[in-house]
């Protein structure tokens, strides 16, 4: 069993930035690709980035491409994705999940993501 544990977020302003991060632990039995989604209230939840085991692919969606970045810590005990979101926007609020995926990376798809985070509100006001 993989746990994906987040933390980050909560009430900004807009124009502000904000790192989520997302930490996973358990049975890590191959690399993983990390991705990010969100839910806007009211909306359905959303793509909005994944990143490759190493750090070295990433994509993003259009709605934050050139705002959002992704950063990797790798260690013995702990594997660490960060989402640095800057220049936020009231789009951009809603509750962030971290979701890791053994399939294959690349992929938006929400149904092949195998284990997800709790979720980490945030919360951009204008």
């Known amino acids: 069993q993989v746990r994906l544990i987040q933390s980050g977020g909560g009430l900004v302003q807009a124009g502000d930035s904000v790192r989520l991060s997302c930490s996973a632990s358990g049975s890590l039995f191959a690399t993983y690709a990390l991705g990010w989604f969100r839910q806007a209230p009211g909306k359905e939840r959303e793509f909005v980035a994944v990143?490759?085991?190493?750090?070295?692919?990433?994509?993003?969606a259009d709605s934050v491409k050139g705002r959002f970045t992704i950063s990797i810590s790798r260690g013995s005990a702990q594997n660490t994705d960060y989402l640095q979101m800057n220049n936020l926007t009231s789009e951009d609020t809603g509750v962030y999940y971290c979701?890791?995926?053994?399939?294959?990376?690349?992929?938006?798809?929400?149904?092949?993501?195998?284990?997800w985070g709790r979720g980490t509100l945030v919360t951009v006001s204008s």
């Open positions: 979701a890791a995926t053994f399939r294959k990376y690349g992929s938006r798809l929400q149904d092949e993501f195998d284990y």
């Open positions: 990143g490759s085991w190493n750090g070295d692919s990433t994509e993003f």
